[in-house]
Nanobody, 124 residues
Framework: QLQLVESGGGSAQAGGSLTLSCTASESTYRHYFMGWFRQAPGKGREGVAVLASGGFTSFYADSVKGRVTISRVNAKTVNLQMNSLKPEDTAMYYC??????????????????WGQGTQVTVAS
């Protein structure tokens, strides 16, 4: 079973940057879409960014476009670079892997495997 481990969360000031990393127990490059999702207290899980298998196509939520970049570091690791952070970016961030979906790529049910999450807190 594929396992995912997130790292890189923490605290930042508004306007700052953080890079989250997701490392898988095996290569995800060829066969998995990789996604980052977040969930703030009292809110549902929101798709933030998705990278298609092969690493050439990415999708972003409107709320983060222009501020966030998802990228593949190597066959097992995918990063989420977050710039110009806002207090509303505060959430638990989860990495996910799965077959993906072309119609609505940011849907959580396109993904089978999930990490435990890493907390991001942005102070105003």
């Amino acid at each position: 079973q594929l396992q995912l481990v997130e790292s890189g969360g923490g605290s930042a000031q508004a306007g700052g940057s953080l890079t989250l990393s997701c490392t898988a127990s095996e290569s995800t490059y060829r066969h998995y879409f990789m996604g980052w999702f977040r969930q703030a207290p009292g809110k549902g899980r929101e798709g933030v960014a998705v990278l298609a298998s092969g690493g050439f196509t990415s999708f972003y939520a409107d709320s983060v476009k222009g501020r966030v970049t998802i990228s593949r570091v190597n066959a097992k690791t995918v990063n989420l670079q977050m710039n110009s952070l806002k207090p509303e970016d505060t959430a638990m961030y989860y990495c996910a892997a799965g077959p993906g979906g072309s119609r609505d790529p940011l849907r959580a049910d396109n993904f089978e495997y999930w990490g435990q999450g890493t907390q991001v807190t942005v102070a105003s």
